[in-house]
């Protein structure tokens, strides 16, 4: 089935998550749409396995706004793209740091973010061991996505450009986004883990 093949090529994925960095937890108190909507993801213990219907919502809630702020290329910024890459050398390099990378990159990953959350909450409501084995694979990859490099970054140089207008609780909120993706790992995936194994564990600190 298309399911088992994802998932083989998640396994690789969740080893390396499990390896990435600790997180700094400072985070600014302000309430903008999407600080409001990622302040109960970063409180401690926030991320339990009973929980996950609400982490899944919530995360959809975050990544929504930012997936709406983020403007598409225009066919014209595709084109200067696609001749810069395809031109090599310097171009390319510079390329990769342009606005217009930004655009593409972080529209894709908040999206994403987005649409594994919506179908999350749809395979939740599903009590089926197929739609259990589904719930492990899209927890994985949406914990890639906030896990995704240099989002914060990219994010921030729309916003120094005025291309997108975030304020600054929301850009300490997207910062600490790979530290959710981490949450992720620890307190939901492991679970799918050892049901597939056929273990128990006890709920991570």
Not at 23 to 50: G, Q, R
Not at 109 to 126: D, I, M, P
Not at 143 to 171: C, H, N, P, Y
Request: charged share 25%.
């Amino acid at each position: 089935m298309r399911i088992i093949g994802l998932w083989r090529g998640v396994i690789p994925t969740i080893t390396a998550l499990i390896l990435v960095a600790e997180i700094p937890s400072a985070f600014a108190d302000e309430h903008t749409p999407i600080a409001a909507a990622y302040m109960p993801l970063v409180m401690k213990d926030s991320l339990e396995f009973s929980d996950r219907v609400k982490v899944a919502q919530n995360i959809g809630d975050f990544c929504r706004p930012i997936a709406d702020a983020i403007p598409t290329l225009s066919p014209r910024e595709q084109d200067w793209l696609r001749a810069e890459m395809n031109a090599g050398g310097s171009r390319f390099d510079a390329a990769l740091s342009s606005p217009e990378v930004s655009k593409q990159y972080t529209g894709r990953v908040a999206r994403n973010c987005v649409s594994y959350a919506e179908t999350l909450g749809k395979l939740l409501a599903t009590d089926t061991e197929s739609a259990r084995r589904s719930q492990a694979v899209f927890w994985a990859l949406l914990a890639t996505e906030l896990l995704s490099e240099d989002f914060d970054w990219r994010v921030g140089q729309l916003r120094r450009k005025g291309i997108i207008r975030f304020q600054e609780a929301d850009m300490a909120g997207i910062k600490l986004m790979p530290r959710l993706g981490q949450e992720i790992v620890k307190k939901i995936l492991v679970f799918h883990l050892a049901d597939e194994a056929g273990m128990q564990i006890a709920p991570s600190p």
